[in-house]
C-alpha cells in the first residue's frame, strides 16, 4: 500500500500557520508541472475567507485535514496578490518566495500525482514555466472530467459589543405634606351675676385694678428626614434574535464541448 498523500486531500483540509492560528479552507493547490508535486496553496482568510494568499508549501505539515504552514499569520495575509486563475510565472514565484524569506521552494514529496487526484489549477515552477500550465479541468479519465464550484462557508463570532453599567445617583426634590395644627386664643366671655351671687361677693365688689393671665399653647411642627429601603434594581441580560444576509462572490465550472471547432 502505498504511503503518498493524495492532492485532493489538501483541497480538503484547514490552513494553519505556524503557531497554530487558524486561517481558512485550501481554495488552490498549484504543482510543479516536472514533478507533480505541489508547490504553492492558495488559503483563504479574512471574514467568511472572502480573502486570500499564495504560500509556499516549504516546511508545511498536512496530519488528517489539517495543513500546516510553515509561516505566521500576518506574513501570510500580506503576501503579494496574483491571480489564482493562471499560472504563476517564474517572476512572480521568485516575488513570493522573497517575501516568505525563501530563496526557492523546497522539495516536495510524498503526494500521489496521479492523474485521479490533479488539483483544479496547475502552474509551472521556474523550472518548468517554459512547458505552460496544466489544464484548468483535469481528467479522471479519458471522457470524463471532474467540475468544481465554490461555495460559501459562513461561521458566527461572538464578540463583545457594548459595556452596560448599572449605577445610581441622587437627585432632590421638594415634598409637601400639609399637617393640621391646634393652637389656644384667648376668649373673653361675659357672665352676667344674680342678685344672690352678688350679695355673696359684696366684699369683692370694690373697685380697682386686677390682672389676670392664661397661658396659651399651640402644636408646632417637627420634621425630620429618615433613609428607607423603597426598590431593587438589578442589571441583566436577553438575548434578541436578529437575520443578517451576508453575500459573496463564488465561482464555478462549466462545462462545454467543442466538436470540429463548434462549441456545444
Same mark, same amino acid.
Given at each position: 500500500m502505498?504511503?503518498?498523500?493524495?492532492?485532493?486531500?489538501?483541497?480538503?483540509?484547514?490552513? *494553519?500557520?505556524?503557531?497554530?492560528?487558524k486561517l481558512g479552507d485550501v481554495k488552490e493547490v498549484f504543482v510543479d508541472d516536472r514533478t507533480g508535486q505541489p508547490t504553492f496553496v492558495e488559503v483563504g482568510h479574512g471574514l467568511f475567507g472572502m480573502s486570500s494568499s499564495l504560500v509556499p508549501m516549504r516546511g508545511h505539515r498536512l496530519e488528517g485535514?489539517?495543513?500546516?504552514?510553515?509561516?505566521?499569520?500576518?506574513?501570510?495575509?500580506?503576501?503579494?496578490?496574483?491571480?489564482?486563475?493562471?499560472?504563476?510565472?517564474?517572476?512572480?514565484?521568485?516575488?513570493? *518566495?522573497?517575501? *516568505?524569506?525563501?530563496?526557492?521552494?523546497?522539495?516536495?514529496?510524498?503526494?500521489?500525482?496521479?492523474?485521479?487526484?490533479?488539483?483544479?489549477?496547475?502552474?509551472?515552477?521556474?523550472?518548468?514555466?517554459?512547458?505552460?500550465?496544466?489544464?484548468?479541468?483535469?481528467?479522471?479519465?479519458?471522457?470524463?472530467?471532474?467540475?468544481?464550484?465554490?461555495?460559501?462557508?459562513?461561521?458566527?463570532?461572538r464578540v463583545a459589543t457594548e459595556t452596560a453599567r448599572l449605577r445610581k445617583y441622587v437627585v432632590t426634590?421638594?415634598?409637601?405634606?400639609?399637617?393640621?395644627?391646634?393652637?389656644?386664643?384667648?376668649?373673653?366671655?361675659?357672665?352676667?351675676?344674680s342678685a344672690e351671687e352678688a350679695a355673696r361677693m359684696k366684699d369683692a365688689g370694690e373697685i380697682g385694678e386686677e390682672t389676670a393671665e392664661v397661658t396659651l399653647h399651640e402644636e408646632r411642627v417637627n420634621v425630620e428626614k429618615e433613609t428607607v429601603p423603597v426598590e431593587k434594581v438589578r442589571l441583566s441580560k436577553e438575548q434578541i434574535q436578529d437575520t443578517e444576509t451576508v453575500s459573496g462572490e463564488v465561482r464555478k465550472e462549466r462545462f462545454e464541448t467543442d466538436v470540429d471547432g463548434e462549441r456545444k
Open positions: 502505498s504511503d503518498k498523500k493524495s492532492i485532493r486531500d489538501l483541497f480538503d483540509a484547514t490552513a *494553519y500557520d505556524k503557531a497554530g492560528d485535514d489539517q495543513l500546516t504552514l510553515a509561516f505566521d499569520k500576518d506574513r501570510i495575509k500580506d503576501a503579494p496578490d496574483f491571480d489564482a486563475d493562471k499560472a504563476l510565472t517564474p517572476e512572480e514565484e521568485r516575488e513570493i *518566495y522573497a517575501h *516568505y524569506g525563501v530563496d526557492t521552494a523546497a522539495e516536495v514529496q510524498g503526494y500521489d500525482a496521479g492523474r485521479e487526484t490533479a488539483p483544479r489549477h496547475a502552474a509551472g515552477t521556474e523550472a518548468a514555466a517554459t512547458t505552460g500550465a496544466a489544464d484548468r479541468g483535469e481528467t479522471v479519465s479519458d471522457d470524463t472530467m471532474i467540475r468544481s464550484e465554490e461555495r460559501l462557508n459562513v461561521s458566527k463570532d426634590d421638594t415634598e409637601t405634606v400639609e399637617v393640621p395644627v391646634t393652637r389656644e386664643e384667648v376668649r373673653l366671655e361675659r357672665e352676667p351675676i
